[in-house]
């Protein structure tokens, strides 16, 4: 009773009551008002019509200087119409009395009319109405707006009650899809994230379900990835710790002997853990948003060289050359230095990585519009058209084997992408298998321009 009360339909309903009851309620006011004003307009013209013929008939009962037959006219015509008529002559001596008391003079409050003969007047009528008993008299006609009224009271309750159960029923099959879409948050809401709901329409409510259906399958999504999260931070974890379970044990059974070789295996070990938890730390702030970042206008040319520089001889060591072109003049960037470093860094790591002896690694800068662009290129593998759209996903990795071998678990483009997002920049990967790869990443210039040092 309580929840029914506070019910959308509830409102509904009674809202409606309301406004049928005012509407109802001011059409059978107004409708009484205007049938008792024409009521009274007819019943007026009626006594004005009667008093007109009842003066023809007296003036006809004139002639001569003398009434004939006045009196069974004024007593037919008193008795037809529920009248007391007075005829006086123009002495006022009463000629004719429907009620026969020929001594006492019309009452006060009679209607009065001249009786004409010839153009001159010859005496008056005067009518008031019937104080004696009446054979059959007539019914008011107040009768008539009472029954207007009636009518229009049961019309209208009939009316009321018809429209309150069609309310109810429209209301019910509106209200319908909403409580679904209550009953399914509620659901989800408790943890059953696969509830749905199917409301047809295109009206606002079948929007809603919409809106709700798709809040769902992200709730449901950011769900899954953060299972697969959990799972994969697990499996990363598992290998470098079980790898160190292992070497100490050996060492513990004495099958191995604690030498600076088997220390610098585990301390490999610990370094990949470490560097992976760094990894992690990172990616949660960037996530969250809460990554800080010192930005300021900065040169990008020497971030850029100073990174080419720092890979040049392990990549020269596997025969690879790196090439480094930016335009004379390059403008200032709105960085910061040390996490562009790392973007650049990574995708530097990755061409190396990627590329075989004899390849070229090849950075550009350009300037585009208000954006600087940096393309990193090589010459290596290539990563096959199916994996292209996922390379920037977190753990993803095109060869998972070969790239754990390298000490890779598929977080350094996804740290890459989401350090370049909070500079407020993006990148993107271009690649032809068997010819190389180009990343690609653009930042917003400083907005006061200013060229490098
Ligand atoms: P990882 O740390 O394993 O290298 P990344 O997120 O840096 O992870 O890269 C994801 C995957 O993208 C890698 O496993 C690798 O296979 C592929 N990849 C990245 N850069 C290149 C490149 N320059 N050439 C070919 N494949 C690449």
Known sequence: MHSWFFS???????????????????????????????AERFQQEVEEARSARLEALVSRAYSARRWTDLQPTVEQAGALYGWRVVVTDQAGQVVGDSHMRFGRPPRPGSRFFPVLSGGSQVGSVAIAPSDAPEIAPEPPFSRLVTAVQR??????????????????????????PVRLLSSAAHGLGQGDLTRRVTAPGRNEVGQLAGTFNIMADSLQQAEQQRRNLVA??????????????????????????PDSATIETVYQQVLHLSHLVEDLRL????????????????????????????????AEARGIAVSLNVPPEFPMVEIDR??????IGNLLENAIQHTPESGEVTVLAQVIGLVAKVTVADTGEGIPPEDLPYVFERFYRVDASRS??????????TIARKLVEAHRGAIRVESTPGK?????????LARTPATKN
């Open 8 to 38: 959308l339909q509830f409102r509904l309903i009674l809202g409606f009551t309301l406004v049928l009851a005012l509407a109802l309620g001011s059409i059978s006011w107004y409708v009484g008002f205007a049938a008792q004003r024409e």
């Open 151 to 176: 009518s229009l009271l049961w019309t209208g309750l009939a009316a009321g009650a018809g429209g309150i159960l069609l309310i109810s029923l429209i209301s019910r099959r509106i209200l319908a």
């Open 232 to 257: 994969d931070v697990a499996h990363e974890l598992r290998t470098p710790l079980s790898n160190i379970q292992g070497y100490l044990e050996a060492v513990k059974d004495g099958l191995l002997q």
């Open 283 to 314: 990616l949660a702030l960037t996530e969250a948003g809460t990554l800080h970042l010192n930005s300021e206008p900065d040169s990008l040319e020497d971030a850029l060289r100073r990174s080419v520089d720092a890979v040049r001889p392990r």
């Open 338 to 343: 040390t996490r562009i470093t790392q973007v």
């Open 404 to 413: 754990r071998a390298t000490g890779g678990v598929g977080l350094g483009l």
């Open 436 to 444: 190389g790869s180009r990343f690609i990443f653009e930042l917003p």
